[in-house]
C-alpha cells in the first residue's frame, strides 16, 4: 500500500497546533493522506492500530503493559509498531499515554501508574521504529477521536470525560485542543469539589474524580450494603454476597433491573458529574459534553442524573443555552484512533 500524498511536513516541529476542522468541516488533503498508527499506552494494556485519515482502524493488536521498566514499556511500543508497518505502509506513530505531557509532544513528565518520571519517550520511540512519533495524554487523544470522528462531530467546543476508575478528560476549544501553557491542562478530573474531602491520588483532598467515578460508585455501593444489607440484596447478589467484592458493573447491572439501591448510588455519581459540569460551563461553555468510560455504560441512568443536576446548578441556569450531555460513541478504541490522528499535525 502506498502513501496517496506528499509526506506532511515532521509533526515533530508542529507547535503550536494550528486549528483543524473535523470531519463535518471538510478534509484538508494533509488530514487524509495515508496511515498511521496511534498506540494506547495504559497501566494494564497496549493497545495499537493502523488508522486512516478517516479514523476507520484497519488492523489492531494489543499487549500488557510490561511491569515498571520504561526501557521494557518502549521496547512494546516498538515491537507494535514494527509488526503493525510489516503490513502496512505507515508514515507516523502517534502515543496516547497515561501521563502528564509536555508541550512539545514528546516527554512523559509524570505517570502516576507507570515508571515514567521525566520520560523522553517520544525520541525513545522513534530512535527504534525510525518513524516521526508524537507523544500525548491519552484522555486529550480520546477527546480527539471524539471530536474527528465520533459524538463531537459537527462540534466546535466540547469537553470530552472519561469516566472509569477516575475522570479522564480532554477538551475541545474553537477546533483546537487544549493542552495549557506546559501541555497539563485540561485534567479536570482534579478540579476540587470538596475541601477536606476524600483523598485523592494526585496528593490533594476532595478532587472531582473522588466523587462522579467508577471508584466513587464502589465506594457508594459497599458502604450503603455494610450499613444495610438488606436494601443491597441485589447488588450483593451480583457479587455472590461479598461486600468487598462488589463492582461498578455489578452496580450497573443491579441498577438496570430497576433495584433502587443501586440507582441510589448512580445517581450520586451522576449528580456529582453534573455539579462539575456546571462548573466548567462556567469557564469553557461548550456545546457538547461526551460522556465514555466504564461507568457511562449505565447509560441514561448516569446521564439523566447528570443533566439534571447540571441544568440546576448552571451559572444564570434557566437563562442560558444549555450544552448536550451524550454518550461517546468510539469506545476504547477512542484512544488509539485518537493518538493516530494527533500524529498527522
Ligand atoms: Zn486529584
Request: charge should be negative; aromatic fraction near 4%; glycine fraction near 14%.
Amino acid at each position: 500500500m502506498s502513501i496517496t500524498g506528499p509526506l506532511p511536513a515532521s509533526p515533530l516541529s508542529a507547535s503550536p497546533l494550528p486549528p483543524v476542522p473535523n470531519a463535518a468541516d471538510g478534509e484538508p488533503d494533509r488530514r487524509t493522506a495515508g496511515l498511521t498508527i496511534g498506540v494506547d499506552v495504559g497501566g494494564t494494556k497496549v493497545a495499537a492500530g493502523v488508522v486512516d485519515g478517516a479514523g476507520t482502524v484497519l488492523a489492531a493488536l494489543r499487549r500488557p503493559t510490561p511491569g515498571h521498566s520504561s526501557v521494557e514499556v518502549a521496547n512494546t511500543i516498538a515491537d507494535v509498531v514494527a509488526e503493525l508497518s510489516a503490513a502496512y505502509d505507515v508514515w507516523a506513530v502517534g502515543i496516547g499515554a497515561a501521563g502528564w505531557i509536555d508541550a512539545d509532544r514528546s516527554r512523559v513528565i509524570f505517570a502516576p501508574n507507570l515508571a515514567w518520571r521525566n520520560e523522553p519517550l517520544r525520541d525513545e520511540v522513534r530512535d527504534r521504529v525510525g518513524l516521526p512519533v508524537v507523544v500525548e495524554n491519552d484522555a486529550n487523544a480520546t477527546a480527539w477521536a471524539e471530536y474527528r470522528f465520533g459524538a463531537g462531530r459537527g462540534r466546535r467546543d466540547l469537553v470530552c470525560l472519561t469516566v472509569g476508575t477516575g475522570i479522564g478528560s480532554g477538551i475541545v476549544v474553537g477546533g483546537e485542543l487544549f493542552r495549557g501553557a506546559f501541555g497539563i491542562g485540561a485534567e479536570t478530573g482534579h478540579m476540587r469539589m470538596v475541601p477536606g474531602g476524600h483523598l485523592c491520588g494526585c496528593g490533594n483532598h476532595g478532587c472531582w474524580e473522588q466523587y462522579a467515578s467508577g471508584r466513587a460508585l464502589v465506594r457508594l455501593a459497599r458502604q450503603l450494603a455494610a450499613d444495610d444489607p438488606a436494601a443491597a440484596t441485589v447488588m450483593l447478589a451480583a457479587s455472590g454476597g461479598d461486600i468487598d467484592g462488589l463492582t461498578g458493573p455489578d452496580v450497573t447491572e443491579a441498577a438496570r433491573k430497576g433495584d433502587p439501591a443501586a440507582l441510589r448510588c448512580l445517581t450520586e455519581v451522576g449528580h456529582w458529574l453534573g455539579e462539575g459540569m456546571a462548573s466548567l460551563a462556567a469557564v469553557l461553555d461548550p456545546d457538547r459534553y461526551v460522556i465514555g468510560g466504564g461507568v457511562s455504560d449505565a447509560g441514561e441512568l448516569l446521564l439523566g442524573p447528570a443533566r439534571d443536576r447540571f441544568a440546576e446548578t448552571m451559572p444564570g441556569h434557566g437563562h442560558r443555552p444549555m450544552a448536550e450531555v451524550v454518550i461517546a460513541e468510539l469506545g476504547n478504541q477512542a484512544g488509539l484512533v485518537g493518538a493516530a490522528d494527533l500524529a498527522r499535525i
